[in-house]
């Protein structure tokens, strides 16, 4: 009986779902306050200290900021939250007002 008791609580664990996969999004961000050449330099290390952010790519003229980060580690909020701590708000861009570069 022991035995048959081993094998169910091991089959139940192998049927608990594991965690969801993370994956890679990228974000537009609209930021405010970039007045000179330095604020973009200061908002990309501000992003980039942010867990998860793989890639933070600024512009000065556009006042945008497009961020490719996982998901499983950061979220739109946070990164959101960042830029504004640093005296820089932002918020998301539109879809028809992303970011080429």
């Known amino acids: 009986m022991k035995p048959l008791c081993a094998i169910l609580g091991m089959l139940g664990l192998l049927m608990v779902p594991g965690p969801v996969l993370a994956k890679e999004q990228t974000v537009t961000l609209t930021v405010e306050n970039m007045t000179c050449s330095l604020c973009p330099v200061t908002v990309r290390k501000v992003l980039q200290a942010v867990e998860g952010v793989h ?11 497009v961020i490719t980060f996982d998901d499983g580690q950061t979220d739109v909020e946070t990164l959101i939250t960042a830029t504004t701590n640093a005296g820089f708000p932002s918020a998301l861009a539109q879809e028809d007002e992303r970011y080429d570069d």
Not at 55 to 65: F, P, V
């Open 55 to 65: 890639e933070a790519n600024i512009s000065l003229e556009q006042n945008k900021a």
